[in-house]
């Protein structure tokens, strides 16, 4: 049974930060990838960032110069430093986890989600 928990969601105007964060626990084998999703209603969920226990890492096109992705092995705990965020980088953000190397690719466990919210 593989729990992750979030923080780090809430309201923030245009230009401002957030600092996402989600420890995984309770996996019997290493989580090699971690990830953040974001979902607005009425779209499709999209890959924000991704990050491995090695340190290989993804960002989307949108978010990157302005996003980072980091991860602390010993605690099983990935961050998502938001930063100059837009009113378009509004939405539930879902923490992910795989047992996989694939950033990309199907995730096994989820988060709650968080909202995040950037007021123009």
């Known amino acids: 049974q593989v729990t992750l928990v979030e923080s780090g969601g809430g309201l923030v105007q245009a230009g401002g930060s957030l600092r996402l964060s989600c420890a995984a626990s309770g996996s019997r084998f290493a989580i090699n990838a971690m990830g953040w999703y974001r979902q607005a209603p009425g779209k499709q969920r999209e890959l924000v960032a991704a990050?491995?226990?090695?340190?290989?890492?993804h960002l989307a096109d949108s978010v990157k110069g302005r996003f980072t992705i980091s991860r602390d092995n010993a605690k099983n705990t990935a961050y998502l430093q938001m930063n100059s965020l837009k009113p378009e980088d509004t939405g539930v953000y879902y923490c992910?986890?795989?047992?996989?190397?694939?950033?990309?690719?199907?995730?096994?466990?989820w988060g709650q989600g968080t909202q995040v919210t950037v007021s123009s």
């Open positions: 990050i491995t226990s090695g340190g290989r890492s």
């Open positions: 992910a986890a795989d047992t996989s190397y694939s950033l990309t690719g199907e995730y096994d466990y």
